[in-house]
């Protein structure tokens, strides 16, 4: 079983910047090659949609394109740890942000793909 545990949301100004982080434990998959980890949001009234993921093996990200360029993700695999630097934020982005994690291959854009989730962290972005 893996347990993932985010912190780093909060309130912050429009074009200022905020750093999620999420802590997998039970990581007994990282080893697959296809291991990968993602952010997801979700607004309220909204459907939760797809941020950005990193496949742990080779780094590989995919981004959705309303955060490119503004949004990074990173990988600490010493601590099982994914990041997620957020910068030049819009009030738009403002949601629960949900790390995710998956061990098969798939479509990482998809909900549907990942198995473990965390509980998620509040942004909340003023104008």
């Known amino acids: 079983q893996v347990q993932l545990v985010e912190s780093g949301g909060g309130l912050v100004q429009a074009g200022g910047s905020l750093r999620l982080s999420c802590a997998a434990s039970?990581?007994?998959?990282?080893?697959?090659?296809?291991?990968?980890m993602a952010w997801f949001r979700q607004a309220p009234g909204k459907e939760r949609e797809f941020v950005t993921a990193?496949?742990?093996?080779?780094?590989?990200?995919w981004y959705a394109d309303s955060v490119k360029g503004r949004f990074t993700i990173s990988r600490d695999n010493a601590k099982y740890m994914v990041s997620l630097q957020m910068s030049s934020l819009k009030p738009e982005d403002t949601a629960v942000y949900y790390c995710?994690?998956?061990?098969?291959?798939?479509?990482?854009?998809?909900?549907?793909?990942?198995?473990?989730w965390g509980q998620g962290t509040q942004v909340t972005v003023s104008s």
């Open positions: 039970g990581h007994t998959f990282a080893t697959f090659p296809t291991y990968t």
């Open positions: 995710a994690a998956s061990g098969v291959y798939g479509n990482v854009r998809s909900p549907g793909h990942y198995d473990y």
């Open positions: 990193i496949m742990w093996s080779d780094s590989s990200t």
